[in-house]
């Protein structure tokens, strides 16, 4: 059985959840936040997403295929392909 996710309260606190744990995981410098994600675009995709945090930390995305991938299952086993504050929230 998959272990139950920890979750916040509100989307973008769930997203700085979700870059911890990639910090943590790949000792990403983590400058990214939730709430930047969600104003730069609504729906946050797992496209997005992925490749607001491999330039965050100054990759490339189209040169990263295994990171990519990786970053991308993250964001869909938590979220599917795409969330917005609304979806979350319900």
Not at 31 to 53: H, M, N, Q, W, Y
Request: with cysteine; proline share 4%.
């Amino acid at each position: 059985m998959p272990k139950k996710q920890q979750r916040a309260k509100t989307l973008d606190e769930d997203l700085d959840m979700l870059l911890d744990e990639l910090c943590a995981k790949w000792h990403y410098r983590n400058e990214l936040s939730g709430e930047e994600l969600i104003a730069k675009k609504s729906p946050v995709t797992a496209i997005d997403f992925t490749r607001a945090v491999l330039e965050a930390e100054g990759l490339k995305p189209d040169n990263e295929p295994n990171l990519v991938r990786q970053i991308k299952r993250k964001f869909i086993q938590r979220y599917g392909l795409q969330i917005t504050r609304k979806a979350y929230e319900e």
